[in-house]
């Protein structure tokens, strides 16, 4: 995808090539763009991209590092909760391991350059909850819909690059139905949303007119 003003790049969109975080920006756009509890902040986004950006370059290092050391590595690369001498003993050991800590003192993004990505390169925008409550609840379970097919894409691709997994090319189909076991029909989410219910109340109705008068 280019910017939408056909300009240069945004950081994070050079960024997101350059450590090849396919799948990545699909998952920021969701994550920001859902609503409700689903919504995730652009400091926490920025937060989650410095750390997939971390991951990448220590793995291309061959280095491993346990969950903790790695949020560690993000804190003192963003100046955060992390003192001088933290700082100074976590860089030395990623520098003798051959990580190019430099580099990725450089990379590391803030909230801001997260939602230029997403709002100039993407063309996204966040919506606050508002309006019809079926036509939010239905847009939200779409935007899941499109980060679980994101992140599927994204696994799917990395392990058809080694010997685990063989496959051609591919798409991932996700269907979202809806169940009443009580009328035992069956909708497609957006179909049970756009219709304002199953057939439960027709249900009744009809056995209602079937009883016997007493």
Known sequence: ???????????????????????????????????????????????EFNR????????????????RELDAVVRSLTGDDVTAADRTQLRRRLEREGVDVDALDCDVVTYQAVRSYL???????????????????SRAIGKLRGRLVSVAESKLRALRKTPALTLGEFRVLVDVG????????????????????????????QEAATEPEE
């Open 178 to 205: 809806v169940l009443c076991t009580d009328c035992g029909s069956r909708y497609g989410v957006a179909e049970l949303l756009s219709s304002g219910g199953c057939n439960c109340e027709e249900a009744t109705e």
């Open 119 to 137: 709002r100039e390169h993407r063309g996204a925008e966040y919506e606050r909850d508002g309006g019809d409550r079926a036509t939010n609840a």
């Open 1 to 47: 995808m280019t910017d939408t003003d056909g300009g240069r790049r945004t950081k994070v969109a050079r960024l997101v090539d350059e450590y090849d975080l396919e799948g990545v920006g699909d998952e920021l756009e969701a994550r920001w763009t859902a609503t409700g509890d689903d919504h995730t902040s652009l400091r926490d986004l920025a937060a």
């Open 52 to 67: 997939r950006l971390v991951e990448a370059e220590v793995d291309e290092a061959g280095v491993r590092l346990s969950a």
